[in-house]
């Protein structure tokens, strides 16, 4: 049977592209893709948005949507939605081994994010609204946060938490968080995905190429680049790079967002990239010098913000950690009882 996998397996590999380049062919295609819609941006429809009514409110949504508008965006984020978890099923049904190559499995995964990429631009050109007009920003914002502190607990192990010490009674939550990620990180990406319609602002052109690696990311599963520790440190700290300068088009927060990503950097993201202790003392003592210089002028009375994020993320680790053991327990609970039922019952058959 394990002859048969194996066989399998390999008669699904694409030995003529390595999964380096196809991971290189993915950026390619993100960058170019992200001029495309900046190119194209003179062909959206000409929306009269209503007034900003503040920060739970998403401005990038028509006045008036119509059945059509809500109907191709939630119809291509579930069509989407469906075809990467299915995928993520079929690898993990058949027990997909990790290779250097391509599975089948990942031409196919790459080929359905193009497509669903091409489509959310045209759905974007003719109808123009994504998800946003139904559902909470706070919802889409979510979806990113939840990753990062998933990406947090599944890295402990690797990497450590806390200047590369590990919390030990993370290692069964972090396993379980590793065996499910998959389909946790296609709904986050792919629901912020199509959240927003493909406009051309700064902002919307950042999250949309950070969302483009993340799907070449997703698309690379059971392969040796998805382990890159290089490009999923370029995953991790794309978020600094973007919510800095959104931040800086919209407000003064920038610090917040800049010092906050970039402590988490020091404390915990450097340590799983194998630097000696001279780059790492190296990289606190620019992040000191950051701070020294900015709050020099900004004021010292508001350096408390530098620690925000980096708190609320390592604080949610326990507590998706703790999530994650109360349901551990809780199917434990049943799988144990009806595996008792099961046991009673051929007790019984076989004393009759």
Do not use: C
Not at 242 to 256: D, E, I, K, S
């Amino acid at each position: 049977m394990a002859a048969n996998v194996q066989t399998t397996q390999k008669r699904n590999e694409n030995s003529a592209m390595t999964s380096s380049k196809a991971l290189w062919g993915g950026v390619i295609f993100s960058f170019l893709f992200t001029g495309l819609i900046w190119l194209l941006r003179g062909a959206l429809p000409q929306v009269d948005f209503l007034p900003d009514q503040g920060a739970s409110w998403y401005y990038w949504k028509l006045p008036e949507p119509t059945f059509w508008t809500r109907a191709t965006a939630w119809s291509g984020y579930l069509l989407h939605q469906a075809a990467i978890w299915g995928l993520i099923y079929y690898g993990q049904k058949n027990k997909t081994k990790y290779t250097n190559g391509l599975h089948r499995l990942n031409v196919i995964a790459l080929a359905v994010n193009a497509v669903f990429i091409v489509l959310h631009l045209l759905q974007t050109i003719f109808f123009y609204d994504g998800l946003a007009q139904d559902v909470s920003i706070w919802s889409s914002q979510g979806s990113v946060v939840l990753m990062l502190v998933m990406i947090l607990l599944m890295e402990n192990q690797r990497r450590g938490l806390f200047f590369g010490k590990k919390v030990g009674f993370l290692k069964e939550t972090a396993r379980i968080a590793r065996k499910y990620h998959g389909y946790i990180f296609a709904w986050g990406v792919i629901y912020t995905f199509w959240y927003h319609p493909m406009e051309a602002t700064m902002g919307h052109l950042l999250g949309f190429i950070y969302t483009f690696f993340l799907m070449v990311q997703g698309s690379l599963m059971f392969t040796r680049a998805h382990l890159n520790k290089w490009w999923t440190l370029v995953l991790e700290v794309s978020v600094l790079v973007h919510g800095t300068l959104v931040a800086m088009q919209t407000n003064t927060m920038w610090p917040m967002f800049f010092f906050g990503f970039a402590g988490i950097f020091v404390v915990t993201q450097m340590y799983g990239l194998g630097l000696n202790k001279y780059w790492r003392w190296g990289f606190i003592a620019a992040y000191i010098a950051g701070v020294a210089i900015v709050y020099s002028s900004r004021g010292w009375a508001s350096v408390n913000e530098i620690v925000r994020i980096p708190v609320i993320e390592y604080l949610l680790v326990f507590v998706l950690a703790l999530i994650i053991w109360l349901i551990m327990r809780v199917v434990g609970l049943f799988t144990g009882r009806t595996k008792q039922r099961i046991s009673s019952r051929r007790a019984a058959a076989a004393g009759d």
